[in-house]
């Protein structure tokens, strides 16, 4: 029999009289509506997103002209969320939205999921019919705790008032503490239209939860006699590096030691591209010296990263001779998909803090290992196979531009203080190769959870919180794909009238991009519901939608750039423009492909520079696999 969910099981618990009298009569008197809004406000929150409905409508009834935060009403819920997650991870504050019950609370489940995978800090509350409707199948009754269990780091069901701000307290302090996450808060009517007394701060009820920050027993010098043996050490950095500011660290450990960094996508920009010691990404789309560097490593450190299959393509033959140091404050990373020779339990920036002398000793007491040799083989792959576009493959046969082009004079006419946001798809890969990132939180984009959406409400949260900690002077870029876009296209409605002056680079192939690049490669051409015709001005369809008019229907400024010139003049025109969002539809070609690639499920050996290069295999494995592949195709090569 099937286990109920919270709502289920709470639908059948004997209801409290509603004459229930009082216990707590201390503090100033109010409703549970004015209490989460007063919350909020001691709690520092300074930007909520949001949209009303009939369950918050009371909470909404509590926020006015003297509230202390500022409110930014969305066009939709699953946007409210990822305004919510950009702000957060341009910040490194706990973003807030508020929803309604029903459609309103699942609409934001897709952030929520996408905010637990990038360990995005958030808190998200949600409205909920009253106690006595529970379990009735009330009108927009749905049991979004029930709902959000998998996909949260925490969910509570409010059903009292004076519980209000105690459960703020601790949902605020869940979701920023530990490993980040999202934490739910479903507050029923009955809790937000009850009478309560309000007190600050509150006492926090959290038996169990106690992250562990410091590094414990003996793992510290395990840790620093390993990389006193290694000759070819990696430094493989993640998300959880970047949510706890550990970008100095990661730095000051690759000059102590002389490690390569090489990083996941949501950790692009921890150390400035700029530093020799960087690698880029690695993975599925990463370059080949940091795709080359991991597998022929003999020690991996992994600093705040998870072993996702986009990284380690197939597990078993991911890093084969490397002994592993996982250092991440979730336990239940260490040895989920690789088992460590040094568990390190702690938060990166502290555990690094306190790893760096222990090396310092051992460096002391044994000599430096020579990694001349190593550094002479990655500059080697750095020499032979940059991440360019210049084959003879690379340029559009249409007359379009090129994609790559684009984001790189995206990139090269910035403002080096840029966020930089992406949607998903293929340019958030270009994006992530091409773009030059020079400081820590300039990049957000959806990595784990890969939503197609994510980037305008994202773009927007980060630009309200560019606004908010750094007055502003942090231009917000979007560079997004022609699909992407049009999942949260409603969005530009905010940007305009909530004054939040994104620009916006559509990189409009016509097509879903990488849907399309995966049916060239493993699925002999057949391009099945790829085509969106929105670019391809044929005779009996034109721009559908015509993204200038679009951006002009909401007051924005929209530009078109079909050449090269026209193209620099709309980025030069766009970077000069911050009174209203700025879109520009970039027309590319749309067979433009994503290199380096592993395919799914691929040993990362087989990686392939171009279709036939192989650069980490044999000379004989790499000439059985160009005589097995055919075309473009990188699928048969791989069972070489």
Known sequence: MATPTPLQAFSGVPKAPATEKQSIVDGEKMTGAQALVRALEDLGVKDVFGIPGGAILPVYNAINQHTKFR??????????????????????????????????????????????????????????????????????????????????????????????????????????????????????????????????????????????????GHVLSDAAKLFSQSYRPVLYVGGGAVRSNAGKQVKELADLTGAPIVT??????????????????????????????????????????????????????????????????????????????????????EVLDDLIPEIKRQQAIHSKPNLKPWWAQINEWREKYPTTYDEPQDAPV??????????????????????WVAGVGQHQMWASQLIDFEHPHSWISSGGLGTMGFGLPAAIGAKVGSQREFNGRKPVWLIDGDGSFQMTSEELATALLDHTPIKIAIINNSVYGM??????????HHYSATSLNDGENRDDIVDVPDFVKLAEAYDCVGMRAFTKDEALEAIKKANAINDRPVL???????????????????????????????????????????AGSTGNSVAAADAA
């Open 71 to 216: 409110f930014v009403l969305t066009r939709h819920e699953q946007a409210a969320g990822h305004a919510a997650e950009g702000y957060a991870v341009a910040t490194g504050k706990v973003g807030v939205c508020i929803v309604t019950s029903g459609p309103g609370a699942t609409n934001v489940v897709t952030a929520i999921a996408d905010a637990n995978m990038d360990s995005i800090p958030m808190v998200v509350i949600t409205g909920q019919v009253g106690v006595g409707a529970i379990g009735t199948d009330a009108f927009q009754e749905a049991d979004i705790v029930g709902i959000t269990y998998p996909v949260a780091k925490h969910s509570y069901l409010v059903t009292n008032a004076q519980d209000v701000p105690r459960v703020l307290a601790e949902a605020y302090y869940i979701a920023g503490s530990g490993r980040p996450g999202p934490v739910v808060v479903d507050l029923t009517k009955t809790a937000q239209n009850g009478q309560m007394y309000y007190s600050w701060p509150q006492r926090m009820i959290l038996p169990g939860y106690n992250p562990t920050t410091k590094a414990h």
């Open 515 to 524: 849907v399309r690049q995966w049916q060239t490669l493993f699925f002999d």
């Open 398 to 419: 249409d007359g379009s531009l090129s994609p790559q082009w684009v984001v790189e004079q995206l990139s090269k006419n910035a403002d080096p203080e840029t966020i």
């Open 584 to 626: 520009i539809d970039f027309r590319v070609w749309k067979d433009a492909m994503v290199w380096p690639m592993v395919p799914a499920g691929a040993s990362n050996d087989g990686v392939a520079y171009r279709p036939g290069v192989r650069p980490l295999l044999s000379p004989a494995a790499q000439a059985k696999a160009a």
């Open 264 to 349: 996941t996508l949501p950790a692009r920009g921890i150390v400035p591209d700029s530093d020799p010691k960087v690698l880029g990404m690695l993975g599925m789309h990463g370059t080949i010296a940091a795709t080359g560097a991991v597998q022929r490593c003999d020690l991996l450190v992994a600093i705040g990263s998870r072993f996702s299959d986009r990284v380690t393509g197939r597990l078993d033959s991911f890093a084969p001779a490397a002994r592993v140091i996982h250092i991440d404050i979730d336990p239940a990373e260490i040895g989920k998909n690789r088992q460590p020779d040094v568990p390190i339990v702690g938060d990166v920036a």
